[in-house]
């Protein structure tokens, strides 16, 4: 059952619900109904939305057009945002095309999560115009940051930022904040006796004998990140030259494979998550960005960093519209490992990568969305953690027994160890009470 949502205008805008139990709430003037359009010209819709009390929502703001008579022709939709949580004004943005027939338009904002009832969502301030229109007028509220990596428009509490930026970190150092190994992780020339497979452009690649339901010899974007990452910290001790062209060759790989929306992807089914035939993984998404801000601090090539840039779009994408973001029990936004549309997993080592990833991104770039993008997954896993609680020396794999109806998955193997060890680094990135506690349980100290 959909709860209905109680959305509040302010300055001058009614906003109701379209419908009792409808997630959509629609904005107009007061006694004006849907404004004119003419066909072929561009429009936008901007609202200031504001969520003070409520626990993380992913809206999105949506153009309906519409016939002289009323019918709807079609709709655009923005980008994701994600507002609640004592985050502050969020801008809500969206623009498109009036398409061939359309007379009027309805501004839209599309509650896309699964609130609670009683939510309240504030919308501070909006307009809808001609996108030149908006363009000339200026921000919102208040001048919005010039920088032309600001996508995202995620905003965070004063202080935030520079709260999680205060440790000691360097995001061009070593992976995993450990020191430089003396150890390459693989001669080159590569040899199948003591290395990964490797395709005939030395890119690495994974022959799959019915893992999770895999079969053949695939490209893997995760494996191919951590190879650069390994290759990339042992350069910085080894200095050879072999071992920056492996790490810069991976990296390549990675720009070339993005898609325009940001996404790496794993190109065949994943039969164990009932995933779609091409998926993307926050794990992936988490690995590229590390490896992709140390290449563009190695090299100054801004095609690194800009590509990095992009690969943060999914983590404020919805799993369902392609994107990595789902919600634990429609409350904690979480960065799935394995997105899957029919069950989801809350895997727990893809989520911690994810989020160093994101750290070493946001320390690389603190004008990006990463900043955000991390504090919003640091705060959902320091509720969530108890959740992965097995038994003292023991965490557990996914959350698929509560979400699946699946026997708990012990994080068996290296898992538990990997749950350890992701959990030190993070904590010392922005230390917690819990992370410590749960460290400490699991590693059986």
């Known amino acids: 059952m959909i709860s209905p949502v109680r959305v509040q205008g302010r300055s001058g805008f009614a906003v109701t619900n379209a419908a009792r139990g409808n997630y959509t709430a629609w904005m107009s003037r007061p006694g004006e109904g849907a404004a004119p359009v003419a066909s072929a010209e561009r429009y936008a819709f901007e609202a200031a939305i504001e969520a003070p009390r409520t626990p993380y929502q992913a809206i ?8 002289s008579s009323g019918p709807v022709i079609s709709y655009t939709q923005g980008d994701l945002y994600v507002v609640g949580g004592g985050q502050g004004v969020q801008t809500v943005f969206v623009s498109g095309t009036a398409p061939a027939q359309a007379a009027n338009a309805l501004p839209k904002i599309a509650i896309t999560s699964n609130p609670p009832l009683g939510v309240v969502v ?17 921000p919102l509220l208040c001048q919005q940051s010039s920088h032309r990596r600001a996508h995202l428009r995620l905003s965070v509490r004063a202080g935030s930022s520079s709260k999680i930026l205060r440790h000691k970190h360097n995001p061009f150092g070593p992976w995993l904040g450990e020191g430089p190994t003396k150890n390459e992780p693989c001669p080159i020339p590569h040899s199948e ?19 999770l339901g895999i079969t053949g010899t695939r490209y893997n974007p995760v494996a191919i990140a951590q ?13 050879k030259k072999i071992q920056r062209q492996q790490a810069l060759r991976d990296a390549r790989w990675l720009v070339r494979h993005q898609t325009r929306n940001g996404r790496w992807l794993y ?13 993307p993984s926050a794990m992936a ?59 989801p997993t809350f895997i727990l080592n893809g989520y911690l990568y994810a989020l160093i990833g994101l750290y070493d991104m946001a320390r690389a770039d603190p004008n990006s969305a990463a900043i955000p993008l991390y504090l919003i997954g640091y705060r959902s896993l320091v509720r969530m953690l108890p959740l992965y609680d097995y038994a003292p020396g023991m965490s557990v794999y996914d959350l698929e027994y509560l979400t699946d109806g699946r026997a708990k998955a012990r994080a068996g193997g290296q898992y538990n160890g990997i749950h350890v060890h992701l959990l030190g680094v993070i904590n010392s990135y922005t230390p917690n009470r819990v992370l410590r506690e749960y460290r400490k349980k699991w590693s059986g100290s």
């Open 60 to 67: 999105r703001g949506q153009i309906e057009w519409r016939r």
């Open 122 to 138: 504030d919308v501070v301030a909006a307009r809808f115009g001609t996108a030149a229109a908006i363009a000339v007028a200026g």
């Open 193 to 211: 006796k003591t290395c990964p497979l490797y395709d005939k452009h030395d890119i690495p690649v994974i022959h799959y004998n019915g893992y």
């Open 227 to 239: 190879n650069g990452l390994e290759f990339y910290s042992s350069y910085l001790y080894t200095h």
């Open 267 to 279: 190109n065949f089914r994943a039969p164990a998550y009932e995933s779609a035939p091409h998926w």
């Open 285 to 343: 998404q988490g690995g590229a960005l590390a490896l992709l801000v140390r290449v563009w601090h190695l090299t100054g090539d801004e095609r690194y960093l800009t590509a990095a840039e992009r690969g943060l779009l999914p983590f404020s994408q919805p799993v369902r519209y392609g994107g990595v973001l789902d919600f634990w029990r429609g409350r904690y936004p979480f960065y799935e490992e394995a997105p899957s549309k029919k069950f």
